[in-house]
């Protein structure tokens, strides 16, 4: 079974880094993009990032974008979600997420998500 | 960028159809056939139910289906049975090369 954990979540002050982890099994892990997704609270979700299967191809949201990085360890099966200068706004449940195929193809959709794992920023 | 607009809330009785909207643009929904659909309840992870505007993945029943005209991408759930009551997004690659997900729909089965 594909499965999808996350972790790293937890509560930060504005201003301040977060690594968030997203462990995969059940698959073969560099033949998929990944991404990451996040809920703001009571909101719906937002688009956060991508990386294709071999980790050359990164893409961002524009509310992220120069602050947040994304990047993946095959040799691990572990994705990753550096987040710095975080703000109030970037307080959300992430979830991180699946593509169908092709490797280099991010936006054709997801189809195996974690539990998602919960960011505070709140001094 | 704006979130593609789908309708805040729908409702249908048990054994009736219901269909939600997602209208994007020009730059987006009406450019690529890069549309998802996915199914939230309450407190759990999304369920991917539609890609490429009408392929269903193995395991989505086929009450279940997918269309797009135009700047607009629909999904239709036919035969409403009380568990599908959830919240329903729509996802689509956009021409700067993002993803824009949908407001979300609260389906209410009465």
């Known amino acids: 079974e594909d499965r999808l954990l996350e972790s790293g979540g937890g509560l930060v002050q504005p201003g301040g880094s977060l690594r968030l982890s997203c462990a995969a099994s059940?698959?073969?892990?560099?033949?998929?993009?990944m991404s990451w997704v996040r809920q703001a609270p009571g909101k719906g979700l937002e688009w956060v990032s991508s990386?294709?299967?071999?980790?050359?191809?990164?893409y961002y949201a524009d509310s992220v974008k120069g602050r947040f990085t994304i990047s993946r360890d095959n040799s691990r099966n572990t994705l990753y979600l550096h987040m710095n200068r975080l703000r109030a706004d970037d307080r959300a449940v992430y979830y991180c997420?699946?593509?169908?195929?092709?490797?280099?193809?991010?936006?054709?959709?997801?189809?195996?998500w974690g539990q998602g794992t919960t960011v505070t920023v709140s001094s | 960028q704006s979130a593609l607009t789908q309708p805040a809330s729908v409702s249908g009785s048990p054994g009736q159809s219901i269909t939600i909207s997602c209208t994007g643009t020009?730059?987006?929904?009406?450019?690529?056939?890069?549309v998802s659909w996915y199914q939230q309840h309450p407190g759990k992870a999304p369920k991917l139910l539609i890609y490429?505007?009408?392929h269903r993945p193995s395991g989505v029943s086929n009450r279940f289906s997918g269309s797009k005209s135009g700047n607009t991408a629909s999904l239709t759930i036919s035969g409403l049975q009380a568990e599908d009551e959830a919240d329903y997004y729509c996802?689509?690659?956009?021409?700067?090369?993002?993803?824009?997900f949908g407001g979300g729909t609260k389906l209410t089965v009465l």
């Open positions: 997420a699946k593509s169908l195929p092709p490797a280099s193809d991010y936006y054709n959709g997801m189809d195996v």
């Open positions: 059940g698959f073969t892990f560099s033949s998929y993009a």
């Open positions: 990386i294709s299967g071999s980790g050359v191809s990164t």
């Open positions: 020009s730059s987006d929904v009406g450019d690529y056939n890069y």
């Open positions: 490429d505007v009408s």
């Open positions: 996802s689509s690659y956009t021409s700067s090369g993002t993803l824009l």
